[in-house]
């Protein structure tokens, strides 16, 4: 219903609210992405989203209320192909998405775990690190990412009288600006 009724921001209000929470579940989300056949050819297909058909639509709180639905009960990296082609275009009309990037949103966040990269360290700052190969060659690259001294692994080091920190690892998969003005 949300994909169809997305053009109303009042029935996306009455849809997305709060008291239907016990509705919600997140393993069955209610936006996604459809399959559509393009009027002159059946053999081609076009991928629409509610947030596509509001923005069209130029429906700017029902895309807020999205916004709010997905950071809230769609939490996942899963949900960030839903902002592929429309991140800039949400952006440039000045709708928020703070919620979609902020340190609790795993939507645009994939967090890993690798033998390869230290798991703990006597560092506590929090780096932010520049990595532009694949997802899936990631686990090969500690040492390309954190080439400092530094940053090398503590195991097998003596580290008494230094408080010891766990280290989480996680990647950043925001849609790039050149994929959206390539299309």
């Not at 639905?69 to 998405?97: D, P, R, W």
């Not at 006597?122 to 694949?134: F, G």
């Not at 001294?149 to 080091?157: A, L, N, P, R, T």
Request: charged fraction near 25%; proline fraction near 4%; hydrophobic fraction near 30%.
């Amino acid at each position: 219903m949300v994909t169809i009724l997305a053009f109303d921001s009042g029935s996306m209000e009455h849809l997305l609210c709060d008291d239907n929470e016990e509705y919600y579940n997140p393993l069955y989300p209610v936006i996604y992405r459809t399959k559509t056949p393009k009027k002159n050819n059946r053999k081609a297909y076009y991928y629409n989203t509610a947030i596509d058909n509001a923005l069209k639509n130029n429906q700017i709180k029902a895309v807020n209320l999205m916004i709010d639905y997905i950071s809230k009960y769609q939490n996942s990296y899963v949900a960030s192909y839903l902002f592929k082609h429309n991140l800039c275009t949400i952006m440039e009309k000045g709708i928020e998405i703070s919620k979609l990037i902020n340190e609790e949103s795993m939507i645009f966040k994939i967090p890993f775990d690798f033998d390869d990269w230290p798991g703990i360290h006597t560092d506590d700052e929090t780096l932010i690190r520049p990595y532009n190969d694949s997802y899936f060659n990631v686990k090969f690259h500690y040492k390309s990412c954190f080439p400092e001294e530094k940053y090398e692994s503590i195991d097998g080091k003596d580290n008494s009288g230094s408080a010891v920190y766990k280290i989480k690892y996680s990647i950043n998969m925001l849609p790039s600006i050149a994929e959206y003005i390539s299309e």
